[in-house]
């Protein structure tokens, strides 16, 4: 089962930035947060993960609160090409390995 | 490089038939990861390889199963189709860290749309 919340959708003006929440309140202490995002008939695309310390690559920001029961991503400069579905995961230790939950994401929508 | 490619893209197959659906992963890539994605259930984990040999499994039934190649190549496989069973199967590759455990970056490929009439 996902151990995160996220909104079903949210709209984003082209230029500015996006801003999208994710709650997961029943993360543990070693779990990482992966933001993964699914362009319409294309397989999952991987964007950031980070463990407690804020994070920054070419692609977004991963923000994620003191207390870790929150995260959010920010895409800086929302393009058209960003309309996409964004899944905030926690990545789940088994017995062997570990693995991605996937949540039902949130609808991004970026508008001109 | 290329990245990981999947084969068929599209099958129909009918109810009670078999299909294998394969999965070549990045160069370097150990490990394999399998997700069903249906519209209804959204990205299911199917399982998981690495060096050939299954390191995870979700919650589906025997019907599903898999393996992978010395050359990390996978294949699943779903016998006795079902309806239910028509969605998008995505395979993923990742470079295996410390003990074969995937690190969570996974590379997908654009999947296999499998429809059972």
């Known amino acids: 089962d996902a151990k995160t919340t996220q909104p079903t959708s949210m709209d984003c003006a082209e230029g500015r930035a996006a801003n999208l929440p994710c709650n997961h309140s029943?993360?543990?202490?070693?779990?990482?947060v992966y933001w993964y995002r699914q362009i319409h008939s294309q397989g999952p695309q991987y964007i950031i993960h980070?463990?407690?310390n804020n994070e920054t690559n070419e692609m977004a920001s991963l923000i994620i609160t003191e207390d870790r029961k929150s995260s959010t991503l920010i895409l800086p400069h929302a393009t058209l090409r960003d309309t996409a579905v964004y899944y905030c995961i926690v990545r789940v230790h088994m017995e062997y390995g570990n693995k991605l939950v996937f949540g039902a994401g949130t609808i991004l929508r970026v508008k001109s | 490089k290329a990245g990981v490619t999947q084969t068929p893209r599209y099958l129909i197959k009918t109810r009670g038939q078999q299909v294998t659906l394969s999965c070549s992963p990045i160069s370097g890539h150990r490990s394999v990861s399998w997700y069903q994605q249906t519209p209804g259930q959204g990205l299911q984990f199917l399982f998981e390889?690495?060096?050939?040999?299954?390191?995870n499994k979700g919650n589906f039934p025997g019907r599903f199963s898999g393996r992978q190649f010395s050359n990390s190549r996978s294949e699943m496989n779903v016998s006795t189709l079902e309806l239910g069973d028509s969605a998008l199967y995505l395979c993923?590759?990742?470079?295996?860290?410390?003990?074969?455990?995937?690190?969570?970056?996974?590379?997908f490929g654009e999947g296999s749309r499998l429809t059972v009439l």
């Open positions: 993923a590759s990742s470079l295996a860290g410390q003990g074969g455990w995937n690190t969570g970056e996974l590379f």
């Open positions: 029943t993360i543990s202490g070693n779990e990482y």
């Open positions: 390889y690495f060096s050939e040999t299954q390191r």
């Open positions: 980070g463990l407690k």
